[in-house]
C-alpha cells in the first residue's frame, strides 16, 4: 500500500508563496496514478487543489489555477505544491492524496483512497 | 460554499440509523460516481464509499451508499459512539475539477 508523507514549512508570510512536498513511499510515482493536494482551513471543509500525472499533465480547481502549481520529482518518488501571493485565507491544513479515477461504464469515477496525515500552514507576519 | 450540498449537522442515537444526503447537479453527481470520507477528529479523511456504493476493505456493512439522479446518501446503521465525525461525499466535476460537499457532523447522542 501506498503511503505519503507531506513536508514543508510551517508558517509563510503574506504575499509569499507556499511550498510543500509530499513524498511517495511503498510504491513507485510513476505507476498509472494520479497525485493531488486538498486542503482544509480550521473549521471548514475539504476543498480540492489540483493533481498531477506523472507524465506531468496536471488539472487545477478553476478558483486556484492562477495560483497554483503542482510538479513532479519522479528521481525523488515525490511530489509538490505551490501557491503564489498566499493571504491569510489561505491557512489550512494540507493533505496530499492518492486518488483513484478512470471510466466505468458511463460514468467517471474519482476517489482519494490514500491520504497523508495533513500538514498545517499557517499565513501570518 | 460547496457546489455539493450537505446538511452542516445530524444526530441520533446509539443503534439507530442515519441518513447523510448530497445534493449535486448534472454537471458533477448526475454523471459521474460519488464517494464518501469519514473524517474523525485531528485526523486524515478516511474512504468509506467509492463508486456510489462499494466499501473498501476493512469498511463494515453498517456503511452504505446510494446515488438517485443528482443526489447520493451516505447510511450508517446500527450506530456506534466512534461514528461521531464529519462525513463528506465526494465526485468528479465536468470543469475537470474534483467536488467535496461541506460536510456533515454526525452526533451519537
Known amino acids: 500500500q501506498v503511503q505519503l508523507q507531506e513536508s514543508g514549512p510551517g508558517l509563510v508570510k503574506p504575499s509569499g508563496t507556499l511550498s510543500l512536498t509530499c513524498a511517495v513511499s511503498?510504491?513507485?510515482?510513476?505507476?498509472?496514478?494520479?497525485w493531488s493536494w486538498v486542503r482544509q482551513p480550521p473549521g471548514k471543509g475539504l476543498e480540492w487543489i489540483g493533481e498531477i500525472y506523472h507524465s506531468g499533465s496536471t488539472n487545477y480547481n478553476p478558483s486556484l489555477k492562477s495560483r497554483v502549481t503542482i510538479s513532479v520529482d519522479k528521481s525523488k518518488n515525490q511530489f509538490s505544491l505551490k501557491l503564489s501571493s498566499v493571504t491569510a485565507a489561505d491557512t489550512a491544513v494540507y493533505y496530499c492524496?492518492?486518488?483513484?479515477?478512470?471510466?466505468?461504464?458511463?460514468?467517471?469515477?474519482?476517489?482519494?483512497?490514500?491520504w497523508g496525515k495533513g500538514t498545517t500552514v499557517t499565513v501570518s507576519s | 460554499q460547496s457546489v455539493l450540498t450537505q446538511p452542516p449537522s445530524v444526530s441520533a442515537a446509539p443503534g439507530q440509523k442515519v441518513t447523510i444526503s448530497c445534493s449535486g447537479s448534472?454537471?458533477?453527481?448526475?454523471?459521474?460516481?460519488v464517494s464518501w470520507y469519514q473524517q474523525l477528529p485531528g485526523t486524515a479523511p478516511k474512504l468509506l464509499i467509492y463508486?456510489?456504493?462499494k466499501r473498501p476493505s476493512g469498511i463494515p456493512d453498517r456503511f452504505s451508499g446510494s446515488k438517485s439522479g443528482t443526489s447520493a446518501t451516505l447510511g450508517i446503521t446500527g450506530l456506534q459512539t466512534g461514528d461521531e465525525a464529519d462525513y463528506y461525499c465526494g465526485t468528479w466535476d465536468s470543469s475537470l475539477s474534483a467536488l467535496f460537499g461541506g460536510g456533515t457532523k454526525l452526533t451519537v447522542l
Open positions: 463508486e456510489n456504493n
Open positions: 511503498g510504491g513507485s510515482i510513476s505507476s498509472s496514478n494520479w
Open positions: 448534472s454537471s458533477n453527481i448526475g454523471n459521474n460516481y
Open positions: 492524496a492518492s486518488p483513484c479515477s478512470g471510466w466505468y461504464g458511463d460514468y467517471y469515477y474519482y476517489y482519494m483512497d490514500v
